[in-house]
């Protein structure tokens, strides 16, 4: 029997290979998100109250700073989780690893790297 047709589906097998490696990301990347909350809670760790008041005004200006920076990695990092998320439904009904736009599976070594991704770099390029 000659298969000449395209594949159009992963394997179960292949579709639990990308599911360990999409539980694995979830599971470091809500430890990093953990760490962010962490950060944001805390007060600031290096303690201001013993230095006179100028210095006090550039340091709580410097301290906005990096709240608003951890703010955006946590907003970052929180998507990224929803994407996971969704990757992991997509190989749950079986749809996973298949571009959106053309259809076709998208190659293994994207999937591998990207394990989020709903585009080929056929696609990507595109944009």
Known sequence: ????????????????????????????????????????????????????????????????????????LAARQKKFIENLEAALGRIQNKTYGICRETGKLIQKERLRAVPHTTLSMEAKLKQ
């Open 1 to 72: 029997m000659e298969n000449n047709t395209e594949k159009t589906r992963y394997s179960d097998a292949e579709l639990q290979e990308f599911k360990e490696i999409i539980l694995e990301k979830l599971r470091s990347s809500k430890e990093e998100l953990a760490a962010l909350a962490l950060s944001l809670s805390s007060p600031n760790a290096n303690g201001t109250d013993d230095t006179a008041g100028t210095y006090k005004t550039l340091e709580d200006g410097s301290a906005t700073l990096e709240k608003e920076q951890i703010n955006q």
